[in-house]
């Protein structure tokens, strides 16, 4: 990897490198045939697919149109085999629940009654407006989503901003890019099983060998610390709805998840490697400004605070949790752990926060990233 390529370039062909490498070496997954068709039919498919190729292939007209003929036999001879084998699948299926209901076994009745019935999905039910007039079409439908999520996740600033006075210049952070061990550290704590993001870079991918992995991501880590800005695509997210209880039709009662790029996931779980060294002093000095912050509630924190792994911030943490109880019990913001922004906070008003101790302008990068990654939250997709 150049030194002399920007960080989106490095970050591009790193993700190409990757999704090229595991489509050659894994390859697509493979789409499985249903369990009751038949070894005969698959031959048939099979021949169906040879005749296909053969219209393709020749090149005079007569050719075709005698390739075309066979090839529509050969298709009529495929639908037929499949209905023969759906009918006595069904017959062996409907056989099997008889018996299970003479013998009393309920479960093998209702499996088989299950296998029957096939799958069953719930029509997407028409949500409502503010007003609680239903939405029928499915333009307005997306239209309304986005409308509640950017009401929901993004908050009006305050009338009277908050005036925190500047910290010490002397405070004691490493400003230092990441090192080779903290990414490392990072990449293995990556959760494994999770969706991929919409880039198709899955952990599994990044954790196959992680030495090559750190080695792969230095560079780009060391720019984004350096130059303050992440890929583009670290930025964006998949946002999915997800039903709780309640009245289906009002968006209030869905929670959102969102889709995350797996490398982005990665510089997030850095930051929660490097956050003690700088926290640790940037909160010493907002306890001590205490009396100025009567809007805002911190809640979790202590129990953010405890969860560090880091004896910095361990050496701190009584002192902290006695003082951080005295804010109140509302729940607010997750400050120290970095990882999200509840909605009943203005996001402007955390970022003006660190603004004003003049933490990422003069100390970390780290904030300007917190800035551009959660407050461009996109709702490209709302399923």
Known sequence: MKEETTMEDNWKGIKEALTSTCQEVLGLKKHHH????????????????NK??????????????????EY????????????????????????????????????????????????????????KDKEGKPITEIHQQRNRWVEYFEELLNRLAPMNPLEIEAAHTDLPIDVNPPTTDEIRMAVRQIKSGKAAGFNNITAEALKSDIEATTSILHLPFKKIWEEEQVPMDWKERHLVKIPKKGDASKCENYRGITLLSIPGKANRIFWKFSEPKVYVSVLRHIINQINKL???????????????????????????????????????IRFLSGKEILCSLDLIVAVRLLHDIHWALSYNPGVILFDSIYYNLTLNHVQ
């Open 72 to 127: 529509t036999e050969a298709n009529k001879q495929v639908k037929r085999s499949i209905r023969a084998d759906k009918k006595k699948y069904v017959q062996e299926l409907a056989t099997t629940a008889e018996k299970a209901a003479r013998e009393g076994n309920m479960k093998q009745l209702h499996d088989t009654t299950k296998k029957l019935s096939g799958k069953y999905s719930k029509p997407e039910r028409p949500v």
């Open 294 to 332: 009567s809007c805002v509630h911190f809640a979790q924190l202590a129990r953010a605070l405890s969860k560090l792994k880091c004896s910095q911030a361990s050496k701190f943490n009584q002192e902290l949790r006695t003082d951080i109880h005295l804010l109140g019990s509302s729940i607010a």
């Open 52 to 69: 296909k190729a053969a219209i393709n292939n020749n090149r005079t007209r007569a050719e075709k149109v005698q390739a075309q003929a």
């Open 34 to 49: 249903k369990e009751w068709i038949s070894i005969e039919t698959l031959d048939k498919i099979k021949e169906r697919k």
